[in-house]
């Protein structure tokens, strides 16, 4: 199993208000959370960063997805009436029912490729704090190698409309699986820089994508991490 | 910055009852927290995982790295009276005071690389939940290209220790560091791979390997993450 992310900040913010975080599962395996705050910089950064602590915290008491989302929804309608919502995705590799389990409270759909088909999950999907009882959309797959799945915030969906150039997600996707088996951070980092591209090399929203990859078993036993964070030098305008 | 992790379970278990989570800080940045609890397997996981989700817990809400780490011991000696310990070291890179913060309960040594020096940071530290008022020792740094930070589990320290032939961390470290650059990634593999070897391929204990490095800024602005996550097959032994 193969997960790789690559995120950006809308342009000239200094703080995306997407938040993505990595918990162990209690019973083995993992999960990727990630959420989008309404509006962008501080406010939204806020936002997305309590609803993953808190679907996170939920998680890693052993609670299901669908009752962490739930949960998270009500506490930011709870707290906000309404006025402030987030998206959330949640990707956990189960290890145990060998599945990838899916929550989705995202209008941006979620991408999945087995076997040469692209398919596209894009059931009307409601965020997180907008009503009382929000229901996750909740999808399972079975972990088989070749599965890639592809989820992402509306920075990819909303990447050029506004210069009636949009993204088709699709086609990037193709022109890449293409490729002989492209590593999920070269897919990630096609569509993130498809979308920048899309912009003008100034992301009119932060953009996160997320990727996972089931490949058959070759290596050893080691798990292992990466991360790169470009850390903004003071020369920098 | 680049941080790497590389991780297995002792020989034969199968769960680590190592703990390694990352977390973003609220005010920017981010934190890696390792613990190892007592003994291994499924009680030692739980050990490990209640420290790391409580440090982060705290770390989210702001809460200083010193601060998290004594109350995670202060915790854990309520819970058990000093019968169950875990060590705990913190990463935290701080993109406002541009520095990397280490925190250290845990009596394995961190190595610290910049300008061609390899530095041992080995004074006497215990590990959380041996009494009350337990005290981590605190090291920064300032965020330098060059500085490589070296953090692991005592999987490291104790490998090879059985048969009389034991781990000599530094010795590994600048034959890999003779390499042009070496990325967090190869040191990482090379320190565990070196110790599995001397455990003759069944690690006595879990290990767990984490390097940060500073490098010159090159590339894009992209936050980019990825993880390796083996799955045990139904065939295997």
């Known amino acids: 199993m193969q997960i790789a992310v690559a995120k950006v900040n809308k342009y000239a913010?200094?703080?995306?208000?997407?938040?993505?975080?990595?918990?162990?599962?209690?019973?083995?395996?993992?999960?990727?959370?990630l959420a989008d705050g309404q509006t962008s910089g501080r406010g939204a950064k806020t936002i997305s960063q309590m609803v993953v602590r808190r679907v996170i915290g939920l998680l890693a008491e052993g609670v299901?997805?669908?009752?962490?989302?739930?949960?998270?929804?009500?506490?930011?309608?709870?707290?906000?009436?309404?006025?402030?919502?987030?998206?959330?995705?949640i990707a956990s590799v189960d290890l145990h029912s060998r599945t990838i389990v899916l929550t989705r409270n995202n209008p941006a759909p979620v991408f999945v490729c087995a076997n040469d088909r692209i398919d596209m999950?894009?059931?009307?999907?409601?965020?997180?704090?907008?009503?009382?009882?929000v229901r996750p959309l909740i999808t399972e797959f079975a972990l088989e190698p070749g599965l890639v799945i592809i989820i992402f915030t509306d920075g990819i969906s909303?990447?050029?409309?506004?210069?009636?150039?949009?993204?088709?997600?699709?086609a990037v996707l193709r022109s890449v699986?293409?490729?002989?088996?492209?590593?999920?951070?070269?897919?990630?980092?096609t569509l993130l820089a498809h979308a920048v591209r899309l912009d003008e090399n100034r992301p009119a929203d932060d953009i996160s994508v997320l990727v996972l990859k089931v490949t058959s078993r070759t290596g050893d036993n080691v798990r292992r991490m990466t991360v790169r964070l470009p850390i903004e030098g003071h020369s920098r305008i």
């Open 121 to 133: 999950l894009s059931e009307e999907s409601i965020p997180l704090g907008t009503s009382r009882n």
């Open 158 to 170: 909303h990447a050029g409309e506004r210069r009636g150039n949009p993204m088709n997600v699709s």
């Open 177 to 189: 699986l293409e490729d002989q088996d492209p590593s999920p951070q070269l897919l990630a980092d």
């Open 64 to 89: 299901r997805d669908g009752a962490a989302a739930r949960a998270a929804s009500d506490a930011l309608f709870t707290e906000r009436q309404g006025k402030v919502i987030s998206t959330l995705n």
């Open 13 to 33: 913010t200094s703080e995306s208000g997407d938040t993505l975080e990595v918990v162990e599962r209690p019973n083995g395996g993992l999960s990727v959370v």
